[in-house]
């Protein structure tokens, strides 16, 4: 399989400015391999529209690389500009704050920012928990039905001492969040810690990703509690800005 993958992606590699169509024979000739070999390669790599063949029977690349590339583009930008967003947070408070995304029943951690003080959190670029157990996975779920369909269809399990496990008691839980518009994770999942999360929003409404902020338990959960939610939504708020999204009151307010 890894050997295929890497065989595959030389494959891609071999299209140049100054060779951007090719036939079977000189990418066989090019990275050493049997005709056969290559054509059952090519053929699989057309077949998922990575590659397109014309009628000369060569091939070049397809209009897919250029999907992926808009999408790596659109990655970045959204790193670049929610960055210093989220930095802010963890130099007023004392915690780790991530930026999410949903995958199959979980959330996926994108940026992680730490606090000086504060970097003991076992979380990574990549690391992912279910979703119903994070703040960040809440403020997805309640904004997304198929996200909830498949978080259920997964199925539950405890992952800390106040872990929801079935779906009557999340369902509860996500209305109070959509009345409120932050989602909060007390003690839910291994990292026995206090989270508070927001819903960021593309320019066309859909809720994307989350940011939140997660801390002891004691410190989230004292005085600055008030401070940390309206620092959180307005933190998402802004991202949600800057990825094009216009409130409705906004624009209301402008009239």
């Not at 157990?133 to 800390?160: H, M, P």
């Not at 939504?233 to 094009?244: N, V, Y």
Request: with cysteine; charged share 20%; aromatic share 8%.
């Amino acid at each position: 399989m890894i050997s295929s993958v890497k065989r595959a992606c030389q494959i891609l590699s071999s299209f140049t400015q100054d060779n951007p169509v090719l036939g079977n024979a000189e990418i066989a000739e090019r990275l050493g391999l049997s005709k056969s070999t290559t054509h059952h390669l090519i053929t699989t790599l057309c077949n998922e529209g990575v590659l397109m063949r014309d009628v000369e029977r060569k091939y070049r690349l397809s209009w897919k690389i250029l999907e992926w590339n808009n999408n790596v583009m659109f990655q970045q930008d959204f790193y670049d500009k929610a960055m210093p967003l989220v930095k802010e947070l963890t130099e007023t408070f004392r915690g780790t704050a991530h930026i999410s995304m949903f995958d199959i029943g979980d959330v996926v951690n994108v940026l992680r920012i730490s606090s000086q003080d504060f970097d003991s959190l076992p979380t990574y670029l990549g690391s992912r928990k279910p979703a119903y157990c994070t703040s960040a996975g809440k403020a997805l779920l309640v904004y997304n039905d198929n996200y909830l369909q498949k978080t259920i269809e997964k199925g539950f399990s405890r992952q800390g001492p106040n872990t929801i496990t079935d779906v009557a008691t999340l369902k509860r839980e996500l209305a109070t969040v959509r009345g409120q518009g932050y989602s909060i994770s007390n003690n839910e999942n291994d990292t026995s810690t206090y989270a508070i999360a927001a819903p960021i929003l593309s320019y066309s409404g859909q809720t994307i990703a989350s940011v939140n902020l997660v801390g002891p338990i004691s410190y989230m959960k004292g005085l600055h509690r008030g401070h940390i939610i309206r620092s959180v939504m307005k933190t998402a708020k802004a991202i949600s800005r800057e990825l094009g999204y216009i409130e409705v009151n906004s624009i209301i307010g402008k009239a």
